[in-house]
């Protein structure tokens, strides 16, 4: 995962930390989103 | 159902409420699908709807494979499949109740104006004047249909599609219907529908074409009521399929497994392996396994028939929303409440979906009953029981709170016939022929192109053959023809056995891969039912396959897609989706049992919704070729397998020459009988014409070029009119072809009135025609019988 998508998601990671399980699904909309890997 | 209008993203920055609040909105569509599923079960158990068939237990492996379903995407799916269709918003809710009402309006159901069962999708690919749309950034359904394993030949064609327009040199053209062949075809199957042919056949063309198509197989252990272990080797469909998988340096298949419950798996799984599928082009197949089905699988049965206690538990347990629901609250984004509030607000949303669907179906049908009623009332009759009679009719129409069309027409029909004398049966007699005419448009139109791209418009532009042009052999008209043809029309692809390297074994396109490229002619494996496919899957993405049938006897094996699916696509999609394929065989007459067919009956029967067209010669094939492509309506050309060694003179007009559809030829003047027939027979009827001519019986000959559609301005009524006796000549089995011609000549074109003798006909043996020349002698139509028979017919 870059850099930039990294600090993007953060905020949510912050949140979410303690469920990794959810860490994936973040990333994965977070894609759907912007449209890049 | 807008996709993305509810992700709830600030400032186009992922946040957290905006990942909540995506998830919750996943939950929120599988919750509205399963009440859809609950509530369409009931709307048929209580007769306003005639048979369903729904997704429940599939919602969210569905939601999950939606997030990937990307703008120029296309799906070849089933009847499962509605909760795709919600979470890509390519279907509303009360659109899906529409179609289980069977709503005629396109505006209501917009997949098949009720042409098809409910939950059998499909979105718009070309305009009302035929013209393809920007398909390129469109989500794209290719139309539903319920033969098991039927989707699998399209799909095929769908992802090989991107093949060809990822290698194709870039035109504008191709501009609107592909970004460089980045489309995936989404397919989805029933794990028991693995056990057709066609999914073997599918996956093993896809993995050696090396295609994106992304494959989803529903496991739910059943298929109706049989288990996975009496349907699958090993029990297991990803099991099955090893020895096709992709390793590194082979082509072959990549293949997953994923659990239909577990929502943040399968959405990780498909995001990376899918991105893989649309880089490289290599098949996918997603084995979704631990599927339920919690109604069983469809309206016509209990699946308490057949699973026992336990499995009924497990999947109770391991329903996948139930297990969405426990893992939303596991992890902490949501509490049961939130989860309850929801769930409500579904089941009310859906109702009022099904009610304003069940409203904008029944209102017309209202008026209609309404108006009848009011018509019914105003006729005048003094005879007291007959008027007993009209009000008891007007009476049981107005107590029915819901009619059917049917209904209304029977009750005016009821009417009409009690009182025929009525001063008001004009009235009543225009209202009926209009509701008729008006269900002719519902019900019965939009089998062809009835518009702009209507082959039926092509007019005739005579062949331009040069005084002095040498003769050829006849192979050789086409392979000119075929060459001029891929020069200047960059969407026409041709493939099949033998098609490529060696340019079909009959050589029309000898020499052509090697100038055209192999993208564009190519061989295919032994394999019709996918060249069909093939075929299917480019004619619906804007591009102009001519897909070879080796020989007419093979084509059995490819006559489930393009009678299931081709001859049907117009016609189950009122008109949204054309598909035209052109087939291109050889037959009639050769040697042996499987090398000399002319099943001409099996196929105009099958294949109605295709042009059908029995060229005499290569120039004739070619014309017809020209003109098929500038309509958008598939079709089959029969060449004359004995024909290609014959000579023929080139045209110069190769690429412009047509020849019309429907319209018959008359090669041979005659006064005493006129025979008809088509393709090879005709050069043995000629043979027995110059000897009839020799006993001063003066033969008509009319060619009628194509049998779908057959002699539209009625030229062989005109040619009785001249003589009066008529015989049909063919080389299919008796009752085939040449009964479908005597029945349109004598009871469409009324020509029985014109006939002094019984009308013939002359067929081959019932049997298969045996091999050798004494074979094809005694098995097919030879000039002694067209001579005894005519000579016969004039002694009568």
Redesign the interface.
């Known amino acids: 995962m870059s850099n930039d998508r990294v600090s993007e998601c953060f905020e949510v990671y912050k949140i979410i930390k303690p469920n990794r399980a959810l860490v994936p699904l973040c990333e994965i909309f977070f894609t759907q989103r912007h449209g890049f890997l | 159902m807008e996709q993305t209008a509810s992700?709830g993203?600030k400032d186009?920055?992922?946040?957290?409420e905006?990942?909540r609040n995506?998830?919750l909105e996943d939950y929120k569509t599988a919750v509205l699908s399963r009440e859809v599923s609950l509530l369409g079960r009931r709307e048929v158990l209580t007769g306003k709807g005639k048979f369903g068939i729904f997704g429940d237990g599939k919602e969210v492996a569905q939601i999950a494979m939606a997030?990937?379903f990307q703008p120029g995407d296309f799906r070849s799916g089933y009847y499962r499949d509605q909760t795709f269709m919600f979470a890509s918003g390519l279907a509303s809710i009360e659109q899906f109740f529409a179609q289980l009402y069977a709503d005629p309006d396109l505006k209501n159901d917009p997949f098949s104006a009720g042409r098809q069962m409910d939950a059998h999708f499909a979105t718009r690919f070309v305009d009302e004047n035929g013209n393809w749309l920007d398909l390129a950034n469109r989500k794209n359904i290719s139309a539903d249909m319920a033969p098991t394993a039927s989707q699998m030949p399209r799909a095929v064609g769908l992802a090989y599609a991107s093949k060809c327009f990822r290698q194709a040199k870039h035109t504008d053209q191709f501009d609107s219907l592909s970004h460089n062949g980045n489309e995936i075809c989404f397919c989805t199957i029933g794990d028991a529908s693995t056990s057709e042919g066609h999914f073997w056949e599918a996956i093993n063309a896809a993995s050696v074409l090396q295609i994106p198509l992304a494959v989803f197989v529903w496991d739910d252990g059943y298929g109706i009521s049989v288990p996975k272990n009496m349907q699958t080797t090993k029990g297991s469909i990803s099991e099955a399929l090893k020895g096709l998988e992709k390793e590194e340096d082979t082509n072959g298949i990549r293949i997953y497994k994923v659990k239909a419950w577990d929502y943040?798996g399968m959405?990780?799984v498909f995001?990376e392996a899918l991105?893989t599928v649309r880089e490289t082009h290599v098949p996918v197949l997603f084995h979704v396994e631990e599927v339920t089905q919690p109604q069983g699988h469809s309206t016509s049965g209990s699946h308490e028939r057949y699973k026992n206690p336990e499995r009924l538990d497990w999947e109770k347990e391991w329903d996948c929303i139930r297990k969405m629901r426990e893992w939303l609250i596991e992890?902490?984004?949501t509490n049961p409440d939130e989860l309850s509030e929801i769930e409500a607000a579904a089941k009310k949303y859906v109702r009022d979906c099904r009610n304003k669907a069940w409203d904008k179906y029944h209102a017309p049908i209202k008026e209609q009953a309404a108006k009848a009623i009011e018509l019914i009332r105003g006729m005048i009759v003094n005879d007291i029981e007959k008027f007993n009679h009209l009000q008891k009719l007007a009476k049981d129409l107005e107590r029915n709170r819901e009619p059917l069309r049917r209904d209304v027409l029977r009750t005016i029909s009821l009417a009409m016939e009690t009182a025929p004398l009525s001063p008001s049966i004009e009235e009543v007699t225009a209202y009926y022929t209009e509701l008729l005419e008006d269900s002719k448009k519902l019900y019965n139109s939009d089998l062809y192109n009835e518009g702009p791209k209507s082959a039926l418009l092509v007019e005739e532009i005579k062949p331009l053959i040069p005084f002095d042009a040498p003769q050829v052999n006849a192979y050789e008209v086409l392979n000119k023809y075929f060459d001029a043809l891929f020069e200047h029309n960059p969407k026409v692809y041709a493939f099949g056995e033998d098609v490529g390297y060696i340019g079909d074994v009959n050589q029309g396109f000898a020499g052509l891969q090697e100038k055209h490229g192999a993208n564009r002619i190519s061989d295919t494996g032994i394999r019709e039912l996918t060249i069909v496919g093939q075929a299917i899957g480019l004619a619906l993405r804007g591009l102009r396959p001519i897909a070879e049938i080796q020989y007419l006897d093979y084509l059995l094996y490819g006559l489930q897609p393009l009678s299931d699916d081709v001859a049907t696509t117009h016609y189950r999609t009122k008109g949204q989706q054309s598909c035209p394929v052109i087939i291109r065989t050889r037959g009639h007459r050769l040697e042996g049992i499987w090398h000399s067919g002319s099943p001409m009956g099996m196929i105009i029967n099958a294949l109605r919704g295709m042009y059908i067209c029995v060229p005499r010669n290569m120039v004739q094939a070619a014309g017809m070729y020209n003109t098929l492509l500038q309509g958008n309506d598939p079709a089959m050309v029969i060449e004359c397998l004995n024909g290609y060694r014959l000579k023929e003179k080139v045209p110069a007009n190769l690429l412009s020459f047509t020849v019309p559809l429907g319209i018959p030829e008359v090669l041979r003047d005659g006064t005493d009988i006129t025979i008809v027939s088509y393709g090879s027979t005709l050069r043995v009827i000629l043979d027995a014409v110059e000897r009839l001519q020799t006993l001063d019986i003066s033969c008509e000959l009319i060619d009628v070029q194509t049998l779908l559609p057959f002699d539209i301005h009625h030229t062989i009524l005109e040619s009785l009119k001249k003589t009066s006796r008529i015989v049909f000549v063919d080389e299919d089995v008796p009752g085939g072809a040449s009964a479908y011609m005597m029945n349109k000549v004598m009871e469409e074109q009324k020509a029985f009135q014109w006939l002094d003798v019984s009308p013939r006909t002359i067929t081959s043996q019932p049997h298969r025609p045996a091999y050798g020349s004494d074979g094809d002698y005694f098995s097919k139509p030879n000039a002694e019988e067209i001579v005894s028979v005519i000579r016969e017919m004039m002694r009568e």
């Open positions: 992700l993203y186009d920055m992922l946040s957290f905006g990942f995506t998830i997030k990937f943040a959405c990780e995001e991105q992890t902490g984004l």
